[in-house]
C-alpha cells in the first residue's frame, strides 16, 4: 500500500492524527498538503511507529517503548512518562500488559488481570462451626453408670432396707430421698434440663402419695396410689396445654412429666409393702447393682449379678420372716434392678444421668417385685 491512498487535503491531515505528529504533542503543524499520517503507511508503522498511531514507540496505554529512533517527548515535557517495557503497566506489579495490535481490525478484547478471589468468611465460620460443635459419637449408645453410681445405689439400699425395719414414718425419709433422685433422673435421661417445674411436679405428686398413705393406712395403698396418681396426672395434662410451645415439644413434654410423675409415685410402694420385703428386695438390689458394675462380659455380667441379686435374698431372709423364699424375692428384684439400670444407661447417657437416674431407677424399678411378691410370701 502506498500513500496515495489517502490522498493531500483529507480532513485528517489539517489535524494531529490519533497520537501522530500533531500540533497538541509540539511537534510542529501539519499542513494541510502533507500526506495522511504525516506520510506514514496506510495502517501501517514508520520508524517504529506502530498501527493506530502509536507514536514514538509508546503504545496505546502510554507506555514508552525505544526502537531505535530518538526518544520523544511527550505533551509534559518528561522523557519515559510511564513504566519501562520491563515494568507492568500502571506500577501496579503482577498485572500483564494490554495485549499489542499490530493490524487493522478491531482491538481484541483485553485480558484481564488474573485475581485470586479472597476465602469467604464463611467457608472458615462453617468450619470453626463444625469444629466447635460436639464431637461424633461412636459406638454403642449404651454406657452403663459403672462402679460410683452403683455404690450410691447400695447406700440408698442399705439406709431403705434399715429404715423399713424402724417404722413406716422413718421409712419414709428414705423414700422421700428415692423420689427425688428419680424425679431428677428421669428428666434429665430425657434430655430436659433444667426442668424444675416438672421436676417440681413430679416430686410433690410423690410426696402427696406419702402422707395420704402414712395417714390412710397400708390397706388403702392401691386406693391412695392410683387416686394421687391419677390427679397429678391431670394436673400436668393441665399444664402442658397452657404451654405456648410447638406441638412436638409439648408432646415431649407431656410425656416425660407423666412418666416421671407415675415413677416418683410407684416409689410410694416402698412404703406399703411388707417392711421385710422391702430389707431383703433391698438388699438384692445393692448386690445386682454393685455386681452388675464389676468389668466382666455381658452375658457374664448378667448371671452374677443375678446370682448375686438371689444370695442377697436368701443371706437376708435369714434374718426375716421370709426364710429361704427370700431367694425368689431377691432373684425378682435384682431382674427389676437390671432394667433400671439398662434404662439409665440408653443414648449416651451423661454423667449427671448416671448420678441421678443411674441411682434411683433400680430401686424405683424393683418395687413392683417387692410388693406383690411380699405379700404373697408373707
Known sequence: ???????????????????????????????????????????????????????????????????????????????????????????????????????????????????????TATAPAATAGSAAGAPRRTGSPIIAPGLTPAALTALLAVLLAATAQVSRPVSAVAVVLLQAVTAAGWFRLNGMWPARQGIALAFLAGVTADIALLALGTEHASAVVIGTLGAWVLFVLVLQLRNHSSPDERLYALTAGVTSTALTVLATGHLAAEPDAVT??????????????????????????????????????????????????????????????????????????????GVALPLTAAVPAVYLLGRALA
Do not use: K, W
Open 1 to 119: 500500500m502506498t500513500d496515495q491512498q489517502y490522498p493531500p487535503g483529507q480532513p485528517y491531515g489539517s489535524r494531529p492524527g490519533p497520537y501522530g505528529h500533531g500540533q497538541g504533542y509540539g511537534h510542529g503543524p501539519s499542513g494541510p498538503t502533507g500526506p495522511a499520517y504525516g506520510g506514514y503507511d496506510a495502517y501501517g508503522g514508520h520508524g517504529g511507529q506502530e498501527a493506530y498511531g502509536e507514536y514514538g514507540g509508546q503504545d496505546r496505554y502510554g507506555r514508552y517503548q525505544q526502537h531505535g529512533q530518538n526518544q520523544q517527548y511527550d505533551q509534559y515535557g518528561r522523557h519515559d512518562q510511564y513504566a519501562a517495557p520491563d515494568q507492568a503497566p500502571y506500577g501496579a506489579p503482577g498485572v500483564p500488559a494490554p495485549p499489542h495490535h499490530p493490524g487493522p481490525g478491531p482491538l481484541p478484547p483485553e485480558q484481564g488481570a488474573t485475581h485470586t478471589a479472597a476465602p
Open 280 to 357: 431383703v428386695g433391698a438388699l438384692a438390689v445393692a448386690a445386682a447393682a454393685l455386681a452388675r458394675a464389676l468389668p466382666l462380659p455381658q452375658a457374664v455380667s448378667v448371671v452374677v449379678s443375678l446370682s448375686a441379686a438371689a444370695g442377697a435374698g436368701v443371706a437376708a431372709g435369714q434374718f426375716t420372716t421370709l426364710g429361704g423364699s427370700g431367694a425368689v424375692l431377691g432373684l425378682a428384684a435384682g431382674v427389676c434392678a437390671l432394667i433400671g439400670l439398662r434404662v439409665a444407661s440408653y443414648d449416651f447417657p451423661s454423667r449427671f444421668v448416671h448420678m441421678t437416674a
